[in-house]
C-alpha cells in the first residue's frame, strides 16, 4: 500500500494543477487525509528509529528537553 501510494505521489508531482485539486479534496476528509499522512509517514524508516538523544548536538538536546518539558504541562 505504502508503495502504491509513493507511486502516486511521484506522479503527482509532475502535475501540480492536478496535484492541488486533489489534496483540495482530501482535505475536506479529515479521516481520510490523517490515514494517508499517516501511511506516507518517514518516521518508521530505520533512520528514524536509530537516532539517539546523545547522538544529537548539544543544542539540539537542550531544545528537545524544553519541548519534551512543555509537552508535558
Do not use: C, H
Not at 38 to 48: K, P, V, Y
Amino acid at each position: 500500500m505504502r508503495g502504491l501510494l509513493l507511486l502516486v505521489k511521484l506522479f503527482l508531482a509532475r502535475y501540480p494543477g492536478l496535484r492541488r485539486k486533489i489534496v483540495n479534496i482530501i482535505y475536506r476528509i479529515p479521516a481520510l487525509d490523517m490515514r494517508l499522512r499517516t501511511a506516507l509517514d518517514g518516521r518508521n524508516s530505520e533512520a528514524w528509529q536509530r537516532v539517539a538523544l546523545n547522538d544529537l548536538a548539544e543544542e539540539v538536546q537542550t531544545v528537545y528537553e524544553r519541548l519534551r518539558i512543555r509537552i508535558k504541562r
